[in-house]
């Protein structure tokens, strides 16, 4: 008999940033002793997987490290992206109808180019997890929801450029919060504009404003979007007492977005209320996900969360509507910017590793095709990395390159390497995941 829901822990023990750090393996334990207690891991409609190792062509597919991703991470990081592996192939294999994996090292706050730890991550574990299931599986149109109170800037970096894959976001607003990004106009590059939607909510928004826009507008876009498969990138620290942040969702809150949004995958990224909130929250999302009774999740000091500020609510149907119109004119408005970038489109960024005191600078640039979806080269320069000063040039090309543009991004990263001393020049082949030094 097939179970509902494939459960796939890995607290870490092994991995930890400090021995006082929020994000330790206390996260799940808790989780888990509350499942054994609750007797969950019993049901006919729960299986427990065991997570394997992910490949460094699994990272490569998706990362370049500087001055490589195998000397960036460490087991626990093949670990946790093995644990998304295993969650996507049995739900692919039709082995549980959704899977959860409650793993760390989190991953959502990794960028493409990794010079180190940021915002507790290195690598990003869903859009590993998006790389393969369309290596392996030739899933075409993913949906990547984000419920985690940061807004997610790595997975937004990844999927800037990809009209298929739809990043959407709520979170606290940009302008209270880490890491300070995630407002509505990063919309996607020219190609892909509208397919990455941030709302971002107003700190003490609670449960009547997050399911409001949940109503309103996220799933109006999902049905919209039809993807193949959605994934949760299920960060639990939107709860109100959560440490770290200021919003007001409920373990009930939680639970009953996890059975309106239906993901068929979800992956844990923050929460760091350790006792108070992720056994709750996980229980309850569990129990919904698997299509099991959750009314009887309620966590400690429930009672004195006070009623949602009126202006929250005004926040969410303001974006209810301009996300809506961005949303509706996309089509459009991506004619419109191809037609105004001609053949190039490019953004400088300027990127800080909070967790090493690293100071990124990047130029990355899409190379536009009227044969394929063309080729994409990043500059980066880096100072304090572990390594000392780093730079690079990377040509990033595709399964959708054509040969004149695999020639071209190789042509100029052999120019560059010409014109200035690059510490590394690299072509990156997201097809296969290997990284040629030229």
């Not at 207690?37 to 997570?51: A, H, M, N, S, V």
């Not at 809150?253 to 309106?260: D, N, S």
Request: aromatic content about 8%; proline content about 5%; some cysteine.
């Amino acid at each position: 008999m097939k179970a509902n829901l494939g459960l796939i822990f890995f607290p870490a023990f092994d991995w930890m940033i400090s021995p006082t750090h929020p994000e330790r393996q206390e996260r799940l334990l808790y989780t888990r002793d509350q499942l054994q207690e609750e007797g969950i891991f019993d049901l006919k409609q729960i299986r427990e997987y065991r997570p394997r190792l992910a490949e460094i062509s699994d990272l490569q597919r998706v990362h370049i490290g500087i001055p490589a991703i195998a000397k960036l991470i460490t087991s626990a990081h093949l670990v946790s992206a093995g644990g998304c592996l295993t969650a996507a192939d049995a739900v692919m294999l039709s082995e549980v109808k959704r899977a959860f994996a409650l793993v760390r090292p989190p991953g959502h706050h990794a960028m493409r180019v990794v010079h180190g730890i940021r915002g507790f991550c290195v690598i990003n574990i869903e859009a590993i997890m998006v790389s393969y299931l369309r290596q392996k599986y030739g899933v075409k149109k993913i949906a990547v929801v984000d419920t985690d109170v940061h807004h997610g800037d790595g997975s937004q970096d990844i999927f800037y450029h990809d009209p298929d894959t739809l990043y959407l976001s709520f979170h606290q607003d940009g302008r209270t919060l880490y890491p300070g990004s995630g407002f509505t106009d990063e919309a996607g590059s020219p190609a892909a504009l509208g397919a990455n939607i941030n709302l971002p909510l107003l700190p003490g928004t609670g449960d009547e404003g997050v399911h409001r826009l949940f109503d309103g507008i996220i799933k109006p876009i999902l049905d919209d979007f039809e993807p193949e498969v959605i994934i949760n990138s299920a960060g639990q620290d939107n709860h109100f007492s959560d440490p770290l942040a200021s919003m007001a969702v409920t373990a009930q809150g939680y639970a009953r977005l996890a059975e309106k949004l239906r993901a068929d995958i979800a992956v844990l990224e923050g929460g760091y209320s350790v006792e108070a909130a992720l056994p709750y929250v996980n229980t309850g999302i569990i129990l919904a996900m698997a299509g099991l009774d959750y009314s009887r999740v309620v966590e400690p000091e429930k009672s004195i969360l006070p009623p949602q500020d009126p202006r929250c609510g005004a926040r969410v149907e303001e974006l209810i509507r301009d996300v809506g119109e961005l949303w509706r004119n996309r089509m459009d408005l991506r004619r419109e910017a191809l037609a105004k970038c001609g053949e190039k489109w490019s953004r400088r960024k300027n990127i800080y590793y909070d967790e090493e005191g690293i100071s990124e600078q990047q130029l990355e640039t899409v190379h536009y095709c009227q044969s394929c979806s063309g080729y994409l080269t990043i500059k980066t320069e880096a100072d304090n990395t572990r390594f000392g000063s780093q730079s690079a040039f990377i040509a990033i090309i595709g399964p959708g390159s054509c040969p004149a543009c695999r020639r071209k991004a190789f042509d100029e990263a052999l120019a560059e390497k010409k014109i200035r001393s690059w510490n590394y020049t690299l072509v990156q082949d997201t097809a296969t995941g290997i990284i040629e030094s030229i």
